[in-house]
């Protein structure tokens, strides 16, 4: 991948992936959107193993937060730096965690979004999710993987 890497993330870069996530998501939260605290229990996730960076010479890209559990993955977080936006890089970290589920003989990878956030519905539609269910405020979608 051009530019970064995924690698896992470690606890000595909690702070700063709690500044992406922040950075990531102001955009919404600056429309009028009503966001959770996106940063609230990562300094856990990253101990479980289950974050991984998008990691570039400058600095971090982006950040990925799965939870593998058969037979289902769950996508918990997808976020990237507003300075690599439209470098590929949530795209990229869409795929690993693909991969990743698949691997790992998942049969599916769930996940749940904001419903304000059309653009993301509409990524992950692109992508292949299927909307599963709708909500005020979440709408939850699943991808069917192809285990080999």
Known sequence: MPGFEIQRAVPEQGAALCGLLEAAYQPYRDRGVALPDVTNGLADEIAAGRVW?????????????LSLSLPAAHLINVAVSPVAKGQGVGGALIRFAVRLATDAGCETLDLATHADLCENIALYTHLGWETTDTGVS?????????TL
Request: cysteine-free; charged content about 20%.
């Open 53 to 65: 960076v998008a990691m570039a010479p400058t600095g971090l890209f982006g950040l990925l937060n």
């Open 138 to 146: 979440r709408v939850r979608m699943t991808k069917r993987l192809t």
